[in-house]
């Protein structure tokens, strides 16, 4: 299984709601990312786990708070989010948190109203 | 200067054309370097990683020259479905990953 799995697709939510994006791989990779990516521009790093252990916070606002239960998932807790919020939000990858290439899933395309 | 920097193109070539595309990235101790695909509104897709000898992957080439600082992609004989975006990824250290901008590619018939 070399795939990494993202739920759900497409996510629609107001400003007060509070929603997870869950993402999970059986690679037995050891390092998961959360990337936000916005319409014709690179994915932007948020976090960064490396043997469930938060390794890298990209100076993102606590609207976001990510959580590892184990090796295989990640999820990315939302809260009081903004319109500009409104991406792309990807997950990916790796067998260890450094300088290794990342497999990416599918993406969940999150509105904010 | 952005640390790593792509031609955002677009590039459009003929089907059959051979292309070429540059990434230069700032960090001299820059240790990891990658080709990734990405189609409109699809996850990017690791296409190949370079290493310092170059590596080779059927029409797809790609070069890493550390003296200069730029990693490139080349293309033979393209074909429409190559049609993508184009993104390198370089680690500036251990813990900072770093995509470029992206470089938009279309072939047509």
């Known amino acids: 299984d070399t795939e990494v799995t993202q739920t759900p697709k497409h996510l629609v939510m107001g400003m007060t709601n509070k929603k997870s994006l869950k993402c999970e791989q059986h690679m037995g990779h050891r390092a998961m990312y959360w990337y936000k990516q916005k319409a014709k521009k690179p994915p932007e790093l948020m976090f960064v786990?490396?043997?469930?252990?938060?390794?890298i916070n990209e100076s993102v606002p606590s609207r976001f708070s990510p959580e590892c239960p184990n090796s295989s998932l990640l999820n990315l807790h939302l809260h009081a989010l903004q319109p500009e919020d409104s991406a792309l939000y990807l997950c990916?990858?790796?067998?260890?948190?450094?300088?290794?290439?990342?497999?990416f899933g599918p993406g969940t395309r999150l509105t904010v109203l | 200067r952005k640390e790593v920097e792509q031609d955002p193109g677009p590039f459009n070539v003929p089907e059959g054309a051979t292309v070429a595309f540059n990434c230069t990235y700032s960090?001299?101790?820059?240790?990891?370097f990658f080709w990734y695909r990405q189609d409109c509104r699809k996850e990017p897709k690791l296409l190949m990683s370079?290493?310092?000898s170059g590596n080779e992957d059927g029409r797809f080439t790609a070069q890493l020259n550390r003296a200069s600082q730029y990693i490139s992609l080349l293309i033979r004989d393209s074909k429409l479905s190559d049609s993508a975006t184009y993104l390198c990824?370089?680690?500036?250290?251990?813990?900072?990953?770093?995509f470029g901008s992206g470089t938009r590619l279309s072939i047509r018939p």
């Open positions: 786990y490396s043997y469930e252990k938060l390794s």
């Open positions: 370079v290493y310092s």
């Open positions: 990916a990858s790796s067998q260890s948190g450094s300088y290794n290439e990342q497999f």
């Open positions: 990824v370089v680690y500036s250290s251990a813990s900072k990953i770093i």
């Open positions: 960090n001299s101790a820059s240790q990891s």
